[in-house]
């Protein structure tokens, strides 16, 4: 069990990090965002993981097959939306919106890692390092489910901001 | 067991790993970045003194403890109040030197490694060495609550340590053991960012 205000300073700390150790310039700051996101795509899948560990434990201890646990790919966007979110940044995903062809739109309104900093539009060009991780984490936990994406994101007005996930069909 | 209580379940569990599975990708980040392990150890140091600048004023501001008087009730704190709130464990406090200014801190189980193992070409890597910046930046900055206007202005009480890991489970120890050394007070000053 680990606060989470200690995990909100060790995403700032490697984001800070990251930067530092980077030259300046649109190649280096691509190489950047690259090494969150990666780092983030770990992490996603060892929750899953971990979950996936946990329930199959439960499964065998109560002789059960829950074989059904998601209907679709709308269940499985509805769990990162609410379990998954709610795991990761103690709240939910305030909206999802989708075409229903494989592109989802995820938006929180108040988004953890962009509460500190200010409120509006400054320091709009610096949000993206703050988000880099976390697109990483959707990517990685859909991966472990079985989806393959590409995630993206955007931020307009801060602390609101939208992920963008783009189910690969294989 | 309804479909509920097993989300519940599994949102606890997943929360309990975030910070072990981030720190992890983190350190892999790191000693893909850095050549050897000694510039990674003092990497992570670093980042854990940065973080623990900050990290002491969210402490003070939840946990409601007093100024402590001397070395043995900082250790106190830091043993039963800190660790017990960010990591939830609470190591035991042991091998106090004779002039009080050294202790360590012993982990049966040190969370921050569950399920990692070392690989065979990082002997020299000290995996958890962000606690040990963790602690040092947390003390260098630890505050004492000010008291009220018509008393005078308590003096901040910052204190330099050095913390470090003489046993690691990791490496085959029985268990985790840090040792604080405490070097000298600090009087009013602030310390130095570590860049």
Request: aromatic fraction near 8%; include cysteine.
């Amino acid at each position: 069990m680990a606060d989470e205000a200690l995990f909100l300073l060790l995403h700032n700390e490697m984001v800070s990090g990251v930067y530092k150790s980077a030259e300046q310039g649109e190649v280096e700051n691509g190489r950047c965002i690259t090494k969150l996101e990666n780092m983030g795509f770990r992490v996603g899948q060892g929750l899953i993981e971990r979950r996936n560990t946990v329930l199959l434990l439960v499964d065998l201890f109560r002789f059960t097959k829950d074989t059904a646990r998601f209907k679709d790919e709308l269940d499985i966007m509805k769990f990162i939306c609410k379990d998954f979110w709610t795991t990761v940044f103690k709240k939910q995903i305030d909206n999802l919106r989708t075409n229903h062809q494989g592109i989802y739109v995820l938006q929180d309104n108040k988004f953890r890692l962009l509460t500190q900093m200010s409120a509006g539009k400054q320091y709009l060009e610096h949000a993206s390092k703050y988000l880099a991780f976390t697109c990483g984490l959707i990517r990685g936990g859909l991966s472990n489910l079985g989806i393959k994406s590409i995630v993206t994101a955007e931020v307009s007005s801060m602390p609101a901001c939208k992920f963008q996930v783009m189910i690969q069909k294989l | 067991m309804s479909r509920q209580a097993n989300r519940g379940t599994e949102s606890k569990k997943m929360s309990s790993e975030l910070f072990t599975l981030t720190y992890g990708a983190l350190v892999t980040q790191l000693c893909k970045d850095y050549e050897n392990d000694e510039d990674v150890n003092k990497q992570l140091d670093k980042m854990g003194f940065n973080i623990g600048v900050r990290l002491i004023e969210d402490f003070l501001a939840r946990s409601n403890v007093g100024r402590c008087h001397d070395f043995r009730e900082t250790a106190d704190v830091i043993a039963k109040v800190a660790f017990k709130m960010y990591l939830g464990i609470t190591p035991s406090i042991t091998n106090w030197s004779p002039a009080g200014d050294e202790f360590s801190l012993i982990l049966e189980n040190n969370p921050l490694v569950d399920f990692v193992e070392l690989p065979d070409n990082h002997s020299s890597l000290i995996y958890s060495n962000l606690l040990c910046g963790v602690l040092r930046g947390a003390l260098e900055m630890a505050v004492a609550r000010q008291l009220p206007l018509r008393f005078p202005t308590v003096p901040q009480v910052q204190m330099a340590v050095e913390a470090k890991f003489v046993q690691d489970t990791l490496k085959g120890d029985g268990v985790t053991e840090i040792r604080m050394r405490f070097i000298r007070r600090i009087e009013d000053n602030l310390p130095a960012g570590e860049e």
